[in-house]
């Protein structure tokens, strides 16, 4: 429910010192993509405010595990640090706050298919005498213009798109089953990334040239994926070549892969080099190996690889995955147990870095959240956790009443009305 306009405004702390202290961005974001963007500069000192729908707000509160009928705990890390007002977009009066939350903002950032801002009268136009030099960041699934760009689209389907949802699959004849997804949303959390970069990008270029122009940051989920796709473009454009998956191994270099140990776990060994390789023969009291004319070099043991990975299997199957890692780091051989998220809670080197964070949450107790990127050093704050995902509507006393300055009155007549 939105927070009574009659409450007293709830005690926010005050913004911890970071390097976007002085940034203030105003979120018309939903589910993933938008409310992730906001929230990595909101982690690093931003004051953001989120536009919320009034009643249940953002649909993602209600995604993951619940728990006492509350919401998700999921919405502890996903809505940190930002400032919670409710506004209904459908009134007639939406448009007149909206603008007025503009002019005291410097980034505006939207998720929705392209045309809805435009829709609500939120035009360019609009935007521009509103606050002169406002960053408009608009994340979709195709981008603001293009053939595609009225389809409605998800994280998953930028992944498809983009083209790494077909190299998460492993090679024709081994299974029939479709190609995995990453079990996050991961077009989601890149295009937010871009979206994040970009707005930086753009207040920057804004200030070197002295200028009052609206700058639009056009972020496709599609787009996103695709540049994380490595060499796949420029090897087809040259060579006509399809990159294919090929499982849990790389076409590039070996041995690079998953191996299963004795103890059911999996130890990923990364000994591609050949330095590396003939360190691993030598651990696994096979030195002849690295003289073997099929492994000598690394072409040599990509063609090969099915014929290593059985033998490398074979020397892990023979010992349990800590006991594998512990050799391989022994003699700096890249290699890791396959983490789950209990085995990152309890890792020495996250906690060592104050990676893993507890944040007291009104709505669950403790919770665990992971911490601010980047860290700064050289005497740059690096921002903080201030306070976990707010109620629905927890800052309208505080936003309306403070920053825009309206009257206890019209506030009680908004929520009257249903428009805050």
Known sequence: ???QPTAAPPATPPLAEGPLTRLRVLELGHFIAGPFCTRLMADLGADVIKV?????????????????????IWWSVHGRNKRSITLNMKSARAKAL??????????????????QLERWGLDHDALQRARPGLVLVRISGYGQSGPYADRSAFGVIGEAIGGIRRLTAFPDGVTDLPPARTGVSLGDSVAALYGAFGALAAILDQRARQTPELRVVDVALTESVLS????????????????EPT????????PSNAYRCKDGEWVLIAANSTPLFVALATLMDRPALARDPRFAENPDRVRHAEALD??????TGGLTVDDAVERLN??????TKIYSVADIANDRQFLARGMIREVEDPAFGTVLHPAPLPMFSGGVASGGIRWPGPEVGAHNAEVYGGLLGLSQTMMEQLAAEGVI
Request: hydrophobic content about 35%; glycine content about 16%.
């Open 228 to 243: 994380l796709m490595e060499g796949c473009l420029p090897e087809y454009g040259l060579l006509g070549k399809v990159r």
């Open 330 to 335: 022994a003699v700096n051989i890249p290699a």
């Open 247 to 254: 499982g849990s191994t790389l076409p590039t270099n070996a």
């Open 1 to 3: 429910m939105s927070a």
């Open 98 to 115: 909206l603008l007025d939350l503009v002019r005291e903002c410097d980034v505006l950032v939207e998720n929705y298919r392209p045309g």
């Open 310 to 315: 059985a033998i490398i299997g074979e020397w």
């Open 52 to 72: 919320e729908a009034p009643g249940r707000g953002d649909p993602v509160r209600g995604w993951g595990e619940m728990q006492g009928g509350r919401s998700s």
